[in-house]
């Protein structure tokens, strides 16, 4: 669990503390906006968020000129998994709430890294048996062209989960999808958003970027809220090749059993 060690440091100094949560309040700010609410100089700022970055507690984008930085809650949902649930199953009401707070906002940046190959990592987003491992058992199915369209689908749910249209296709550096959830009526109402899969690699490692834009102001959280537990498997899948129990995995599970029994 070394991995772990940059985020405990990082979260151990009160500032960075204070970073994060101006990023809670206000997510996507430059280092300008972020040095103007601290008595400290642009510089010292700089260095704390570049001890957040490493930790994966911060993620950045280019916009222009701008630097933009996101608080990214999957280093969070690690932590969880490794002393949280692992002890204390009670508390997970709680920080479920605090990682739904944590998300809301229109443009939804996670970052992770994942001691991979660029292409073992392409395959796990593309193959439908892989995708199943981590991403609560369910299935997705295309062929992969560009402007193709894709379904994602579980066989303990009645109907498709997310369809949509493979929009840029660049093996194994970037994929973008837009996004149209179909579960249920209240986030099918709530139409087509975009997800975009960037592949970088840093070493033996790849540091993937998954971005999940063009959402309402206010959009139903269920639409993203996910994107931590599947990344969190996905890693788990192809660092240590078992698969994460989460709590959407548990719900997925309970789904199909219940079927099976009905259809029994």
């Not at 300008?32 to 490493?54: D, I, P, Q």
């Not at 997970?92 to 809301?104: F, I, N, T």
């Not at 788990?236 to 129990?245: D, F, I, K, R």
Request: with cysteine.
């Amino acid at each position: 669990m070394r991995y772990m060690d940059p985020v405990f440091k990082a979260l151990a100094d009160p500032t960075r503390r204070e970073l994060l949560d101006e990023l809670f309040r206000h997510d996507g700010q430059t280092l300008g906006a972020l040095t103007s609410r601290f008595a400290m100089t642009r510089v010292a700022v700089a260095k704390h968020l570049r001890l957040l970055e490493e930790a994966g507690l911060v993620g950045s984008q280019r916009r222009g000129r701008e630097k933009l930085h996101y608080l990214n809650p999957v280093p969070i949902r690690l932590v969880y998994e490794r002393w949280v649930n692992k002890y204390t199953g009670a508390w997970a009401a709680g920080l479920s709430d605090l990682k739904r707070d944590l998300e809301d906002n229109v443009e939804k940046v996670f970052e992770i890294y994942i001691q991979t190959s660029p292409e073992r990592l392409w395959e796990a987003i593309t193959d439908p048996e892989v995708r199943a491992r981590y991403q609560f058992g369910a299935r997705i199915e295309s062929d992969w062209a560009p402007g193709s369209d894709y379904t994602v689908e579980h066989a303990g749910a009645p109907g498709g989960l997310i369809e949509g249209e493979n929009l840029q296709v660049d093996p194994p550096r970037r994929l973008v999808q837009s996004f149209r959830a179909v579960w249920d009526d209240d986030v099918a109402a709530e139409g087509t958003s975009r997800v975009t899969w960037e592949i970088e690699p840093v070493g033996d490692s790849c540091r993937l970027t998954v971005t999940h834009d063009q959402l309402r102001d206010g959009a139903d959280e269920h639409l993203y809220g996910g994107w931590p537990m599947i990344l969190s498997g996905l890693k788990t899948w192809l660092e240590t090749g078992t698969e994460l129990t989460t709590p959407g995995s548990l719900i997925y599970d309970a789904r199909r059993a219940s079927r099976r029994t009905v259809r029994g």
